[in-house]
Each structure stands twice: as C-alpha cells, then as structure tokens.
C-alpha cells in the first residue's frame, strides 16, 4: 500500500512543474492581500504551492498590513504559529526571530544560491541576523507612486499632471467638476505612506536617507522639510472628502474617474489590471511624483514560524524555495504590480508602468523603504502624526516640530 502511494506520487512528480514531497501536508499561510488584486496574486503562490502535492490553507486577514501583524504576532508568540507568515521587508519580525521563534533558512537558501539570484542584495540582508537567513523576500514593492485617473482630468478639463506641481495646480478644477481631487483612505499607514512618498520626492533621496536613515533631526526640523509639511497641507486639502477607509477603495475612487489621483504603492496596479484598465490609456503613474524618479525596495517577504511536525517543516521548506522559482516570479508579481527580486526573470508582458519601475532599479535610484530604516515603534509613531494632521487641521509647523522630535528619539 505503501509502496502504491509512493509510485502514485513520483508518476505525479513527473507530471508537475515541482517536486511532490511524499509527507505532504496542508500549510496555513497568513497574509493582508485581500484587495481583488491582491488576491489574484496570491492564488498564484497558492496554485504552484498545491502542484507540489501539499494544501495552501489561506489565512488572508483583512484591515491593513498593520491589523494583520498584530494578528500574526500575537499567535506566533501565544504559540499558534502558522506555517508560513508575510511581513514587509525590514524590521517587522526583528523580534520574533530575535525569541528564536522563526525557522532558520540558511540550509535552503546556501543549497538554492539565493545569494546569487536576489537583487538588490539588501533585500537577503534585511533576512539576515548572525549571519542565518531567515525569510524569502518575494517582491519589490516601492511607495513612490501618483496614480491619476485620464477620466478624472478630461472631466475637467485640464491636461493630465506631469508632476505634482501640476497635479496641486488642477486641484480647484477637479473640485469644480465634483471630483476628489486626492483619494486617500482612512488607515493611518495610509497617510504616513502618503508624507514619506511626499519627502522622498520633493526633498530628494538625501533628504529622505538622512532623516529616516541617520536620525537627522535637525534636518527634519529644517527647510527641506518645512517644504515637504506645506505639501503635505496641501495633500490633506486635496484629500478632503474621501471618506473611505481602505486603500483599494480610494484606488477604486480613481479607477472609476471620482478622484483625480492618489499616492500609493505600486499595489494598486493589481486594481487598475483587474478593473482591465490600461497604464497609459486609462490612467497614468508617476513615479516619484514627477519630481524625483526614485522608488524604494520595500515589499514583502515569508517567514516560517519554528514548527514541531516533520511533514509540516518540509512543506515549508517547498513553498519557501517555490516562490523563488522564475517562473513564479514572473506569475505573482505581474498580477501583483511589484517587481521580481530576481532580474534574470523575463517580464516582456510587464506594463508601463511595472517597466518605469524596472528602468529606475536598473539605474540604482532606489532609496530603502521606512520599514527597512525604522522600528516598527518608531514607524507607529510617524503614523499615529500622520493620521492627526492628515484628519484635522494641525498647523503644519506644528507637526513639523512633532515629526522632528520622533526622528530625534527614533531607533
Ligand atoms: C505590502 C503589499 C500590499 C499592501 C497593501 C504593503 O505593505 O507590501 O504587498 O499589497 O501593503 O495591502
């Protein structure tokens, strides 16, 4: 009986793009990609995970990268780990790996040559602690973006912005034919997003690196950045009146020509491609608002909690090496909006938008992505300022001096 199993799974191996583990198992796989584009691109890890012969179990959370990782800290460290967890890039799971809570990856990633194939290599850095690997980065996300609606515009009557400048300018004339002119969602990652989009782009890379980077205060308190809080003013004008809370509902907002924009990571292409929209055509991003061609290697990455089952360690040990593979690459992360970690991968059919992305990395003006530089303390903190000037009517000064008082103490 055994043996019949065994043969049924190698004849099934044969027949599959992976190799069919013979303990497979199902694997709980957490994650905050509920969005309609989101969840294509999931389904496409889902999909190549299941021809191994092993079950992706999906724990999709909804609300927001930061509800979601509150959720999965809380069941890693209360010992309800899952087996496969997303965290962005950077310093999220310092602490879990820290309480030796994440499964070591070196062995796969030296018998894989990681090393070799993820580019920029600070994305397995940002893996690394003592020397052992302990995530798959998967994708290149970068904040950096203004998505404008081509609809919006033409109702109005004006050109479609080149530059943030312009976008500001055409403002009033989006108010005068009913739109919003800037969607942004409630979520206070949201508009915290939104402000470091804003620094990077109109105060330049420096600037950016500088404060979050060296803990520059007194640049922060400056007028480079005094710049950056008027635009910002400016932002939270534009934005009055979005009223919603999730970021794929202000990106609908834009979609369906009601909004003439909004500043969000290039997740948002996975909306407009699902909504069959055109990069070009329908819409039109610009990277760095225009001003600064610039995006920042964020995005996302798996880790796996330690497990105590065999069948389970091995699963994981397939999904981690899978979602390295070319040609899941290439699946994922068009239907996503988000850039390969491996450049040795074809993206012939990436849109414009995705090749603006890929020209800028290829040029090296990449700067690191907040969560890379800051703790998620310090990152909270930036957004619960954010959430109070972007909701009410705070001084711009005011919160200027605040944000200049965080970097001084940041870590
Ligand atoms: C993640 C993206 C995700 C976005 C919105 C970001 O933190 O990197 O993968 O699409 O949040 O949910």
Known sequence: MRYKLLATALALSAALPFTVSAGATDLEVTHWWTSGGEAAAVAEFAKAFDATGNKWVDGAIAGGGPTARTVFISRITGGDPMGATQFNHGRQAEELVEAGLMRDLTDIAESEGWKNIINPPSLLEGCTLDGKIYCVPINIHSWQWLWLSNKAFEDAGVPVPKNWEEFVAAGPKLREAGKIPLALGGQPWQAAGAFQVLMVSLAGPEVFNKVHGDKDAELAAGPEVK?????????????????????????????????????????????????????????????????????????????????????????????????????????????KGSLPVRGDVDLATANDCMKKGLEILAAGKVVPSVEQLLSQDSVTQINDLMTEFFNGDMDPADAQKRYAAIIASAD
Not at 252 to 259: E, F, K, P, S
Request: with cysteine; glycine share 12%; charged share 15%.
């Open 227 to 335: 710049m950056v809080f008027d635009a910002a003013a400016d932002a939270r004008e534009m934005a009055r009146g979005s009223n919603v809370q999730d970021w794929n509902q202000a990106t609908n907002l834009v979609i369906t020509g009601q909004a003439g924009g909004q500043i969000m990571g290039d997740w948002a292409q996975g909306e407009f491609q699902v909504a069959g929209q055109v990069a070009g055509k329908d819409y039109t991003c610009l990277p760095g608002l225009g001003v600064h061609d610039v995006i920042a290697t964020g995005g996302d990455a798996f880790y796996f909690p330690v497990l105590k089952d065999p069948a389970q360690t091995e699963a994981q040990g397939a999904l981690a090496s899978l979602m390295l593979k070319p040609e899941v690459q290439v699946a994922f992360n068009l239907k």
